[in-house]
């Protein structure tokens, strides 16, 4: 069973630039999160996607967005990086929700750490 | 909405100490609660979880954690501690919505003296 990958592991990016970071869910899993974490702090919940629709939404600007594919894959893209956007970039997969109320287990990778000069 | 505080940024134990590390949640509905383990430069791994049922759970590498509505807590410990279980531990939580939205605490990172 593949476990849930990311990629790139680290990159360095300038103020202003855009990046984009790449999530291959765990096999079985139709629901991917996303989360931010920055130095010595937990993860913060920016959004989920359940069968390649946007789930829920945590407490970030429009300038991060994301995407899942057929195969349940994901991407974050987020524009205009600002100095603050330095954090490690979690992506957690999930059995998903039928209907109603899911497990809340989640995956997680290994992250993405950003660093915005 | 839910939220998440635990007690103590940093926790330094002795090897074969008990290990307890606090967590407080608050949730206008009824919880699921886990804890989550992160070893450096690592995603997040799966501790234990509480859904529903008995409120003392078990989870991996000798910890558990008891589930107390009275005291919206969701405290983890574990018997003796280990050089391995340095880490840094998160509490959280998630509620009766339709998605898996898992809201985390700050975390509490723990330390082993030999």
């Known amino acids: 069973e593949t476990g849930v990958t990311q990629s790139p592991t680290h990159l360095i990016k300038t103020r202003g630039q855009q990046v984009t970071l790449r999530c291959s869910s765990q096999?079985?899993?139709?629901?991917v999160s996303w989360y931010q974490q920055a130095l010595g702090q937990g993860p913060q919940f920016i959004f989920q996607?359940?069968?390649?629709?946007?789930?829920g939404r945590g407490n970030f600007p429009p300038r991060f967005s994301g995407l899942q594919f057929p195969n349940y894959s994901s991407e974050l893209n987020v524009n205009a990086l600002e100095l603050d956007d330095s954090a490690l970039y979690l992506c957690a997969s999930s059995p998903g929700v039928a209907g109603g109320r899911g497990t809340g287990e989640l995956f997680f990778g290994e992250g993405s750490r950003l660093t915005v000069l | 909405a839910q939220s998440v505080t635990q007690l103590g940024s940093h926790v330094s134990v002795s090897e074969g100490a008990l290990v307890l590390l606090r967590c407080n949640y608050s949730s206008s509905v009824p919880p699921y609660l886990f804890w989550y383990v992160q070893y450096p430069n690592q995603g997040l791994q799966l501790l234990l979880k509480?859904?529903?049922?008995?409120?003392l759970v078990k989870g991996i590498n000798g910890f558990e954690a008891e589930f107390k509505k009275s005291e919206t807590s969701f405290h983890l410990t574990k018997p003796s501690a280990h050089m391995s279980d340095a880490a840094e531990y998160f509490c959280a939580v998630s509620a009766a919505t339709s998605y898996d939205k898992v809201i985390f605490g700050p975390g509490t990172s723990l330390s082993v003296i030999p």
């Open positions: 509480y859904t529903t049922g008995a409120t």
């Open positions: 996607y359940y069968r390649e629709e946007e789930n």
């Open positions: 096999s079985g899993h139709n629901t």
